[in-house]
């Protein structure tokens, strides 16, 4: 890793304030990563998080990877599938995954990411959330390697009434809002957020690899429009392995986004749980789509 303290200023498109920034009113946070898990199982246990939060005044960061691999859809996008242009049996085919976020966004497939999860009380507002959140993210990952320093952030969000017309509202990675991380102008974390009274749950997808790109083959478009897609999102995505020319480890970047977290709020988390282990929750319909 390179020697980048977080929030250093050497990197003015995306430096976060040297100063500790304070994110959550709770006292107490723990640390998981919860490994390789199925996507139901990933989704339930962000709510129940979620309730923990709520009963036992504790903040949660969380790690975790999928498997199988799985396409999420945002919470409101899920009520409105058919819309969504996903081929389920195409992807219950394969042996992957489909679920609902709690929280919005757009349709995502898991693969070669990292993905995070941060729960936590806060009485700020979400779009000043987010950005406190993005500037953890990045100051972690400047340690991984320096091209990493010149990761920026959106400025501004998309004109949805246009994607949705050229159809490249449903997929995540196809356009980024306002404050998300991006490379020279290409998008390298996508994140989610809701709101449960004054808990917050956020949660985003690192790219590690370039296997996201491959959700256009799961939805049910012509040809012409899969080239096009594939062509939208190989020109507005990226992931750490092609920036910094070599594969980037999960572990690597855990360590790193860990750190970012940890210094820019400084947290002392009280509980840190590296390989956690769960018993697979009770699965709900809620989190499935057939």
């Known amino acids: ?144 390697d320096t091209k990493l320093e010149k990761l920026s952030f959106t400025k501004d969000t998309p004109d949805l009434l246009k994607l949705i017309r050229t159809g490249m509202y449903n997929l995540c990675f196809n356009s980024a809002i306002k404050n998300e991380i991006n490379f020279k102008g290409k998008k390298l974390v996508g994140s989610a957020q809701r709101k449960f009274g004054d808990i917050v749950l956020q949660h985003g997808s690192i790219l590690i690899g370039s296997h996201h790109k491959n959700i256009v083959n799961y939805l049910n478009i012509t040809g012409e429009e899969r080239v096009k897609m594939m062509r939208e999102i190989e020109e507005k995505t990226e992931c750490l392995n092609n920036i910094t020319g070599r594969n980037i480890e999960y572990k690597d970047t855990a360590e790193a986004v860990f750190h970012g977290f940890k210094t820019t709020f400084g947290l002392d988390f009280k509980s840190i749980n590296r390989v956690a282990e769960f018993v697979e929750p009770r699965m709900k319909t809620r989190f499935i789509m057939n």
């Open 1 to 144: 890793m390179s020697k980048v303290s977080a929030g250093s200023s050497e990197n003015n498109s995306a430096s976060g304030n040297p100063a500790v920034i304070p994110l959550a009113d709770n006292k107490k946070w723990e640390f998981l990563d919860t490994g390789v898990r199925s996507g139901v199982f990933n989704m339930e246990l962000d709510m129940k998080l979620v309730e923990r939060c709520k009963k036992e005044d504790t903040a949660f960061l969380r790690f975790y990877r999928w498997k199988p691999y799985a396409i999420s859809l945002g919470y409101n996008q899920s009520r409105l599938s058919k819309e969504a242009y996903i081929d389920t049996n195409k992807i219950h085919a394969e042996g992957m995954d489909i679920v609902t976020r709690p929280t919005g966004g757009r349709a995502v497939l898991h693969s070669e990411e990292l993905t995070y999860s941060v729960i936590f009380r806060s009485q700020k507002h979400i779009h000043e959330l987010y950005r406190d959140i993005s500037v953890a993210i990045v100051n972690g990952l400047k340690l991984l």
